[in-house]
T-cell receptor, first 115, second 115 residues
Framework: AQTVTQSQPEMSVQEAETVTLSCTYDTSESDYYLFWYKQPPSRQMILVIRQEAYKQQNATENRFSVNFQKAAKSFSLKISDSQLGDAAMYFCAYRSSGNTGKLIFGQGTTLQVKP | DTAVSQTPKYLVTQMGNDKSIKCEQNLGHDTMYWYKQDSKKFLKIMFSYNNKELIINETVPNRFSPKSPDKAHLNLHINSLELGDSAVYFC??????????????FGQGTRLTVV
């Protein structure tokens, strides 16, 4: 069975600085998807970025980018120029390429942004 | 236009009661899900329906019964509520077949409190 591990329960960053959130996963599959979701205090789950395992290029969405290391089964999220609105809980999630679409989540990392 | 909407947002009820949470998606997705977020913020899948057919049924007490009248709706009925059922329940949807888009979209969550 696949597992997702986020080893940093809490992180903090100064506004305008850069922070990296870690995620590792375990799978025997070669084709899958990885995601980062953001959950602010409003509780809404917001997709931040996705990565297809077959793509070697790291995904980027504005200030958010990932470092996808397939062999190491590592998928970290880098947030550049951190803003107060980035403060939230961040979840790493794995999805098999199969036909269920089921997401397996990590434990989450709470990010604090200091002004 | 809310893509995935669930009602109610908050639900406070007494032990032993029966309650339902409704979910609707207007994205035309073929698959819908119920996820449970516990008090430690851990997210885990409960059920999934693909075109009204149950495809995922994780280890969930029989008191929980999902129903999908059509592929745009997925409801969750809970019988004989217990204190341990208190959690946030998220509905989500995604397009699993014939799609290059892999991400799931989430509703705003229903905070269920059993007293």
């Amino acid at each position: 069975a696949q597992t997702v591990t986020q080893s940093q329960p809490e992180m903090s960053v100064q506004e305008a600085e850069t922070v990296t959130l870690s995620c590792t996963y375990d799978t025997s599959e070669s084709d899958y998807y990885l995601f980062w979701y953001k959950q602010p205090p409003s509780r809404q789950m917001i997709l931040v970025i996705r990565q297809e395992a077959y793509k070697q290029q790291n995904a980027t969405e504005n200030r958010f980018s990932v470092n996808f290391q397939k062999a190491a089964k590592s998928f970290s999220l880098k947030i550049s120029d951190s803003q107060l609105g980035d403060a939230a809980m961040y979840f790493c999630a794995y999805r098999s390429s199969g036909n269920t679409g089921k997401l397996i989540f990590g434990q989450g990392t709470t990010l604090q942004v200091k002004p | 236009d809310t893509a995935v909407s669930q009602t109610p947002k908050y639900l406070v009820t007494q032990m032993g009661n029966d309650k339902s949470i409704k979910c609707e998606q207007n994205l035309g997705h073929d698959t819908m899900y119920w996820y449970k977020q516990d008090s430690k913020k851990f997210l885990k899948i409960m059920f999934s329906y693909n075109n009204k057919e149950l495809i995922i049924n994780e280890t969930v007490p029989n008191r929980f019964s999902p129903k999908s009248p059509d592929k745009a709706h997925l409801n969750l009925h809970i019988n004989s509520l217990e204190l341990g059922d208190s959690a946030v329940y998220f509905c989500a949807s995604s397009q699993v077949t014939y799609s290059t888009k892999s991400e799931a979209f989430f509703g705003q969550g229903t905070r269920l409190t059993v007293v």
